[in-house]
């Protein structure tokens, strides 16, 4: 049914803001992770959202059709130093490179990924609302 | 004189006819909305038990794609229900003509 695709725009960024999540649970439990396969430290990973265009917009409707991810990127900045002679991974100084991953930061982008959930819930909730009135019509 | 007023009833049947005929095909029309929306219920049923057993296998993991497919079906019942109330008040409409 046509009247129901705007209810897929909110439930895209359902989905869109439920992955950011995961990204985000995964930077959290990782931030101690001092080696992975590839010999470095963990990497920060971030996701990057963009509208969504559907075939109908390409032919010039000026609505997108929601959100998707449409990368998960690594943050480039640089690993943490922290001072540990005892541990096995320490270079010459005694320092071990730690993963880039800012807890507070990620606390906050997680309350952010929360609200906006809630938010979108609350958009589809007024457009289902919207849709049963219309059937009232006519008493 | 009275050849004319026969010949004027016969046409006027003719009208009463040619009217019934209108009104069976916008009967059609207001039909063809119903099994529309009876063909919209079941593909919106489908849907919502798809994305219900997808969930359960685990092979999707968002809870929000069974619960907004289940509403869809909910909406389009509602839409269905609806339109089934619409034809029969204009058929009871219809049928409680005087003559």
């Known amino acids: 049914m046509g009247f129901l695709s705007s209810i897929d725009i909110s439930g895209s960024a359902l989905t869109a803001q439920r992955l950011r999540m995961d990204v985000i649970s995964n930077n959290i439990a990782n931030a101690e992770t001092a080696e992975t396969e590839n010999g470095e430290p963990y990497r920060r990973k971030v996701c990057?959202?963009?509208?969504?265009?559907?075939?109908?917009?390409?032919?010039?409707?000026?609505?997108?059709?929601?959100?998707?991810?449409?990368?998960?990127?690594?943050?480039?900045?640089?690993?943490?130093?922290?001072?540990?002679p005892d541990?096995?991974?320490?270079?010459?100084?005694?320092?071990v490179q730690m993963p880039n991953v800012d807890e507070i930061e990620e606390i906050i982008d997680l309350m952010e990924a929360t609200r906006s959930y809630e938010a979108n819930v609350t958009a589809m909730n007024a457009t289902k609302s919207m849709a049963i009135k219309a059937l009232e019509i006519g008493g | 004189m009275a050849i004319n007023a026969v010949s004027g009833a016969v046409s006027g049947v003719g009208g009463i006819s040619a009217s019934q005929s209108t009104a069976q095909t916008s009967g059609s029309g207001f039909s063809n909305i119903l099994t529309d929306a009876?063909?919209?219920?079941?593909?919106?049923?489908?849907?919502?038990?798809?994305?219900?057993?997808?969930?359960?296998?685990?092979?999707?993991?968002?809870?929000?794609?069974a619960i907004i497919a289940a509403q869809k079906a909910e909406i389009a019942v509602s839409y269905a229900v609806q339109i089934r109330n619409r034809v029969l008040e204009s058929y009871n409409t219809v049928m409680n003509m005087q003559v």
């Open chain 2, 38 to 65: 009876i063909n919209d219920i079941e593909q919106t049923e489908t849907e919502a038990n798809e994305a219900n057993e997808a969930l359960l296998t685990g092979e999707s993991d968002d809870l929000h794609t």
């Open chain 1, 48 to 84: 990057v959202l963009s509208e969504r265009r559907s075939f109908s917009s390409v032919l010039g409707d000026q609505i997108g059709s929601g959100v998707k991810v449409s990368e998960i990127t690594e943050d480039d900045s640089d690993f943490e130093l922290e001072y540990d």
């Open chain 1, 87 to 95: 541990n096995p991974l320490a270079n010459a100084e005694g320092y």
